[in-house]
Structures are given as C-alpha cells and as structure tokens.
C-alpha cells in the first residue's frame, strides 16, 4: 500500500506501471462524464425555465429549423431571444454556432446540449492533460485541479440555470498552457497561431465574455512582460480578426445594445467578504427585497447567487491557499509576471471596480455587466499555479508516507465538497426553484428577409477571417523554415 500511494505521488514510479495510469485516467475521465450526465439528467432534465427558457433553447430551435430547411441562419422572426434588440441572429456576439450545431440535423435540442457539454467537458480534460504534461503533475495533483476547475460552482451555476455557452470556460486549461508556455521562453507565431484558433473556437462557442476576459488578462500581462510583449499583443490582434466573422456583425447593434441597457450596470461580488463566502458556501439563492436605499448587487447576491458561485468547497480553498502561499512566497515566484493581472482581474470583479476598465468604451470591454463572472478566469489560474507549487512540494525525498496519506485525506475532502456542490445545482433543482414557461415553436421561426448592411458585414468579417488564417498559415510556415537545421529540405 505505501508503494501504491507513493505512485500516485511520484511520476518516475507512476512510469513503471503505465497499466495503471492509463486505468486510472480512462476512470477519472469517465467519472466525469458520469458526473454531467447525472447534472442534467441525461437530458430528461426540464430546459423550460430561466435562460434556458428565454434565450438559449428558442436559439438552438432557431439553428435546428435553419439546418433542417436549409435556411441561413440570419434573421429570427421573434427576436426576443435576441434581448428583443434585433433580429439578426449573427449580430448577438453569444450565440452559438459552433461545427457540432450539425448534430441538431440528427437529434432533439434536449439531447444536444447534453452531448455538447460532454464534448466541452473532455475538451477541458485534454486540456487538463497537456497541463499535466507540461508541469509533469503526478495522478494526485492532477485529480485536484480535475475537481477544482472542471466542477467548481461557477461552472456548475452558469449551466444549472440556462448559460449554455459557458462551454467556452472549459477551454480555461487551454488558455493557462499557452500563457505559461510564453513565460517560459516560448514566444512563437505557432503559439500565436495556437491562441488565435482557440479563441476563434470560443467565439463560435458563444463565449465572448469568456474572451474578453482573456484579452483583458493579456493586456494586464503587457507590462510585465515589456520586452516580449509582441506575443500578448499578436495574440489579441490575431484572436480578434480571426474571430471577424462572429464579432463583427454585432458592431452593428452597439447603439441599440446601450439603448436596451445591456451595457449599463456593472455588478460584482458586494464585497471581497461575498467573494470568499461564494468560495466556502454550499448554498443557492433565496428571495431578497429590492430597496433603493441599498446597492443594488447586495440583493442581487442573494437574488441570483448563481451569478457569484465559486464554490469550491473549504478544503479546495485551503488547498488553493497553501499553493497561492507557496507561490508569492517564493524568492523569485514561477509567473511572477502574472500576480498584478491575476489579483488585477480578481479586483475587476468585486463591486464596481470595473468601471474603471468600462471608461475605455471599446465596446467588448464595454460588453461585460456581471463582472463577478470573470473571477473564473484569475480562479483558474490560482488553481493552476498553485497545484505547481504543492506538486513540486509532495514530490520532495523528505516528504513521508503519513504526509501523503493526510494529503489523499484532503484530496477526498475536496471530492466530497465538490460532490455536494454537483447535486445541489443539478439542472432538475434548478427547474424546481424557477417558473416554467412554454417554449413557443414560433419564437424560433426562420424570418430572413432583405438587409444588405447585415449581409456586406458578415461577409466583410468572413473575408477578415480567411485572410486572417492565410497570413498565420504564412508566418508559422516562415517561422518552420527559419528553424530547420541547415540543408534540411522541409
């Protein structure tokens, strides 16, 4: 047994049973997928309430009816799944259009969302994986930060309650690789090439906060990172031409989202108390009166908690502190260059700090109301690095066998907290906690008619992307030959 725990510890012994590792990986994979099809029923879960009601299903209804008559999908005859704004489907920067929206020819939208998370669900696994990979996590770690991020309360919460495109938090991993692989020395135009389609996937995922977020932290990294600083900046550049063909169609609607206040209020954790009871509290919302006498996102805490869920349970947050104290602790910290950003973000998201960032006016930035949403973005971060630290600490020669045994012991506190977390925001609580509403097939009708600006500028972003491509495809090309060996004949 002390030799067992030790693998689970230690990859040069974990290398000499790779029966092992490949059991225990294909396990904990599919007891992840287990875990969300039991959150959503298996797709007997009701998707007739909240923003599954309102906003995401009439969409996919609208995709389903557009492939099955084949329709483009431009225009929806009712636009209120649109915010009631307009109906030109492609100018809301959060719909859904993604290659797998295919698979709506061949099954019922109640089957494709589960299938579309379980497909997001082991993208976040690779992703988990290449990060394994790259730091050389052992099995422990691994199955902590598999908890952490892939089933905390944020991603748990959003989906619970209709936010169907919060696919996109899934390829967080992705994000964290590619940036700790530019701080460790790799600066390319393969890397940027990498980023570029990664956040174009994202877009077509619906994720445009999710990306905003991204680019932000980009940003903050720019000066602390001065004399590398092309990559970030290649990075948003490339991201953002790349993903024309989905961003900037809602160019278009800028003046009627402010008109229709989609852009107006800015809500946040209350406070940082708010932000670590979010962290530690097994809870879901509960009826508060509105008073102007009082902020507004005090009552909206309690209101719609699902909006400020982190939940990560007390052990996954002592876990994540004694990482995150390891880590600044440091004499000279691994990713130094991220603390600013990352407490930066963390900030952005607690009252209404972010209308200092919303004084830009660029209309992605301007995008984001809930600002409490981006916390998973610094979360993830702190989940990662901090997992490097207590990585590199349990693999010491020191470290004795108890020590670990008491390490399993908090591991399997955490799956406990996390467990917990995954029944109480399970998609069928949910639907008894919030009004049902009759989903009307006509909501979701085809209503395509003439629009010329709408057509010139989803081709224009169509073009951007094409050529967008072609010029990545050209740098990574010049950049292979500048480093093949001399006389090698690519």
Not at 5 to 26: G, H, K, N
Not at 90 to 112: A, G, Y
Not at 326 to 331: I, Q
Not at 387 to 412: M, N, P
Request: net charge neutral.
């Amino acid at each position: 047994m002390p030799e067992f725990i030790a693998t689970l510890f230690l990859p040069d012994l974990e290398a000499a049973r790779p029966r092992l590792t490949v059991f225990y990986l294909a396990a904990l994979f599919t007891a992840g997928l287990v875990a969300w099809g039991y959150f959503f029923a298996w797709g007997a879960a009701p998707l007739d309430f909240h923003d599954w009601w309102d906003i995401n299903v009439p969409r996919l209804l609208f995709l389903q009816h557009a492939l099955l008559s084949g329709q483009w999908p431009l225009h929806m005859a009712d636009p209120a799944s649109l915010h009631g704004v307009t109906d030109r489907f492609l100018s809301l920067p959060d719909v859904i259009t993604t290659p797998q929206t295919l698979l709506l020819l061949v099954m019922p939208v109640s089957t494709f969302v589960v299938v579309d998370v379980l497909l997001s669900y082991s993208a976040g696994f690779v992703g988990l994986l290449l990060l394994r990979r790259h730091f050389g996590w052992s099995l422990f770690t691994l199955t902590g930060v598999f908890l952490l991020v892939l089933f905390n309360g944020h991603i748990l919460s959003h989906y619970s309650v209709g936010h169907f495109t919060w696919g996109s938090y899934f390829l967080f991993p992705f994000v964290a690789l590619l940036i700790c692989r530019f701080l460790d020395g790799h600066a390319t135009w393969r890397s940027v090439a990498a980023f570029a389609a990664l956040i174009f996937y994202m877009v077509l995922a619906g994720g445009q906060h999710h990306v905003t977020w991204i680019f932000l932290l980009l940003a903050l990294m720019i000066p602390f990172c001065w004399k590398r600083a092309w990559w970030p900046i290649a990075v948003i550049i490339a991201g953002g031409f790349l993903s024309a063909v989905r961003l900037l169609p809602p160019a278009l609607e800028i003046a009627s989202f402010r008109t229709h206040g989609l852009v107006s209020d800015v809500i946040g954790y209350p406070s940082i108390t708010h932000l670590l009871e979010s962290l530690v509290i097994l809870r879901r919302e509960t009826p508060a009166a509105f008073s102007d006498a009082i902020p507004g996102n005090l009552s909206f805490f309690d209101r719609s908690f699902y909006e400020f869920s982190a939940y990560v349970g007390a052990a996954g947050l002592a876990v994540i502190v004694v990482g995150l104290y390891r880590w600044w602790r440091a004499a000279v910290p691994i990713y130094r260059e991220l603390i600013v950003p990352v407490l930066a973000m963390t900030m952005f998201s607690i009252g209404s700090v972010y209308r200092i960032v919303r004084l830009t006016q660029v209309p992605l930035v301007e995008s984001e109301r809930y600002t409490a949403r981006m916390f998973s973005l610094p979360l993830t971060l702190m989940i990662i690095i901090g997992a490097v630290e207590i990585d590199g600490y349990l693999k010491r020669a020191s470290i004795t066998v108890w020590q670990r045994v008491l390490a399993l012991a908090a591991l399997v506190a955490v799956a406990v907290d996390i467990s917990a977390g995954l029944r109480l925001w399970r998609v069928v609580i949910s639907s008894a906690m919030f009004g049902h509403g009759r989903i009307d097939p006509a909501t979701a009708a085809i209503g395509n008619h003439a629009d010329p600006l709408y057509t010139i500028t989803v081709l224009a972003g169509l073009a951007s992307t094409v050529i967008t491509a072609a010029v990545l495809a050209v740098l990574v090309s010049r950049e292979r030959v500048a480093e093949a060996p001399p006389g090698h004949v690519p």
